[in-house]
């Protein structure tokens, strides 16, 4: 299968993160992510200024469940704060992130 191929044949996911309810958005993704296989989930984290530790909590079960799933994550509009919480919780290798 050729590099175009593989791009066309997957599918993706997309999931805008609610700022009021993080966890809540991420719990709905890695529900989704259970029902997936191969594809790619993109988390939309333009909305996110701040990860607590129940989003925290929610991600790291998200992440979890997508690599069992072999579901790619890709995070986009990351801002530093929540990309530094990420790498402090050690969940910066679990995605890939999307610069806009």
Request: glycine fraction near 4%; hydrophobic fraction near 50%; avoid cysteine.
């Amino acid at each position: 299968m050729s590099r175009e191929d593989h791009l066309m044949s997957t599918s993706t996911t997309l999931f805008r993160i609610a700022s009021a309810d993080v966890a809540g958005s991420l719990a709905e993704a890695r529900d989704a992510a259970e029902q997936l296989e191969g594809t790619e989930i993109l988390l939309d984290f333009s909305a996110v200024r701040r990860l607590d530790v129940a989003d925290v909590t929610a991600l790291a079960e998200l992440s979890a469940v997508a690599s069992k799933r072999e579901v790619r994550l890709t995070a986009r509009a990351v801002s530093v704060g929540v990309y530094k919480v990420l790498q402090l919780a050690g969940l910066s290798g679990a995605m890939s992130f999307m610069s806009d």
